[in-house]
């Protein structure tokens, strides 16, 4: 089991390229894992298979789920050239979302079988990431029943307010997509979706929480410190030029 992480602080890079990227991640660790299958049947020793965490923030863009509904989307393709917001249907789990300056968009590119096999499990230590990241800065955060991602506010308060998205996808336990963490957001583009397909609730950032911006690598080594301890990873960085 390699419990090794490239880390890749990639910046500001446009959706569909990051996309193609961690496509290109995700096929190579697939293939491995493809390969060893051959390997063992021949009875020779398994490669290991790598794993990688990407950390970028894209320009203005909404992704839809596959399980997502295009109307979701309150914007016509006039509407989207006006606001300069590209729009894109993709391949994770979940509805529409919003990806922008400000945001932590972070993309775990994990063989899950170097860790543990348990979907539900990966959702949730995403989100305790993230509570727990909120938790240093003085922000009260947790979850909402049958709702992915993470919230300000208990269930039962009378303004719940979501402050990061999770989606992904797996295949042969290998992952890809992941989470969008609100930190600086500018959070009138979430006016243009019905975020998630809830209707109900509000949307919000860390910014909004505490009144001020945050430096945004400041908040990413945060959170990278509390993934590296609950997946038990060792992380290890890949400077991107």
């Not at 240093?136 to 947790?142: L, T, V």
Request: proline share 4%.
């Amino acid at each position: 089991m390699n419990k090794k992480v490239e880390y890749q602080h990639i910046g500001k890079m446009p959706y569909a390229k990051a996309w193609d990227y961690q496509t290109e991640l995700f096929d190579e660790i697939v293939q491995t894992k493809l390969e060893n299958r051959r390997r063992t049947d021949r009875g020779e020793e398994a490669l290991p298979t790598k794993n990688y965490l990407l950390f970028v923030e894209h320009p203005h863009v909404y992704t839809l789920g596959k399980s997502g509904k295009e109307e979701h989307l309150l914007l016509d393709k006039e509407g989207l050239e006006r606001e300069h917001v590209e729009f894109f249907k993709i391949n994770r789990g979940g509805d529409i979302t919003y990806h922008g300056p400000g945001q932590i968009v972070g993309y775990p590119i994990l063989d899950l079988d170097n860790f543990f096999t348990d979907i539900h499990k990966y959702l949730r230590l995403l989100e305790e990431a993230i509570i727990l990241t909120l938790k240093d800065y003085g922000i009260k955060a947790g979850r909402i029943e049958g709702l992915t991602g993470v919230w300000i506010g208990e269930e039962g308060d009378p303004n719940p307010r979501k402050i990061c998205a999770l989606g992904v996808k797996t295949s042969r336990w290998v992952t890809m997509h992941g989470f969008a963490f609100n930190v600086n957001a500018n959070l009138n583009y979430f006016g243009n979706i019905v975020p998630c397909g809830i209707s109900d609730k509000a949307v919000t950032s860390m910014q909004n929480e505490l009144g001020r911006e945050l430096p945004m690598n400041e908040v990413e080594e945060v959170v990278k410190k509390h993934l590296e301890k609950l997946f038990e990873m060792e992380i290890f960085e890949n400077k991107q030029n």
